[in-house]
């Protein structure tokens, strides 16, 4: 597609339960990014893929968040047993190039 | 680790006045990029403008313009003849060169009144 997808736009879940975003990166773009906006509050890196090399995971929270990139395209971010202070906006990015990110809309994730 | 500071949490200028924002950072790198994403209500992250460090040259796209400070490590926004479709979050980040993500701000939200 011309620009990055995410989904779902929004989501709203129980306390406890697993959720799984969506990142559909620009096609050819190598890297990939995930980031939490919580309210109010700037960008929090959460990890990086890029190309084959191993992810830079060094951004997640715990151990509940994980995240794949498979066949060095859509990315899935999951958070196992969420609580209340998941809640926020997972933006995703990528980019070719050192001349900036593409980022998606969003998904804005909220835990009840 | 770099660190982005913008120190103003919330601007406000009127249609057609310039307004600038302001963001400094930290590194001990030589070579990085820097950037002003612009996100409106909308949640979308927008590229403003970018600097590459190596270039002494500020950057400008149109209205929106860049004071890059090297030794200052200091790169403000001016934005000119401000349009109410200004009005919306911005932030400053920075990319090194270590393949390290793009480091944010925490962002200024940005008024623009008729």
């Known amino acids: 597609g011309a620009g990055v997808s995410q989904s779902p736009s929004n989501k709203v879940t129980e306390k406890g339960k697993d959720v799984e975003l969506r990142c559909d990166p620009i096609?050819?773009?190598?890297?990939l990014y995930w980031y939490r906006q919580s309210l109010g509050q700037g960008l929090e890196f959460l990890i990086y893929?890029?190309?084959?090399?191993?992810?830079?995971k060094s951004g997640l929270p715990s151990d509940r968040f994980s995240a794949e990139r498979t066949g060095g395209s859509v990315s899935t971010l999951t958070i196992q047993r969420t609580q209340q202070e998941d809640s926020a906006v997972y933006l995703c990015?990528?980019?070719?190039?050192?001349?900036?990110?593409?980022f998606g809309s969003g998904t804005r994730l909220t835990v009840v | 680790a770099q660190t982005v500071t913008q120190s103003q949490p919330e601007m406000s200028v009127q249609e057609a006045e310039t307004v600038t924002l302001s963001c400094t950072y930290d590194?001990?790198?030589?070579?990085?990029?820097l950037f002003w994403y612009k996100q409106p209500p909308s949640r979308q992250m927008i590229l403003v403008i970018r600097q590459e460090a190596y270039k002494q040259q500020n950057a400008t796209e149109n209205r929106f313009s860049v004071n890059f400070q090297k030794a200052a490590k200091s790169f403000s926004l001016k934005i000119s003849d401000s349009q109410l479709g200004d009005a919306a979050m911005y932030f400053c980040?920075?990319?090194?060169?270590?393949?390290?993500?793009?480091?944010f701000g925490k962002g200024t939200s940005l008024l623009v009144t008729p």
């Open positions: 990015a990528s980019s070719l190039t050192d001349y900036g990110y593409t």
């Open positions: 980040a920075f990319d090194g060169n270590s393949g390290y993500a793009l480091n």
């Open positions: 590194t001990s790198e030589s070579d990085y990029y």
């Open positions: 096609s050819g773009h190598t890297a």
């Open positions: 893929f890029q190309g084959n090399s191993a992810p830079d």
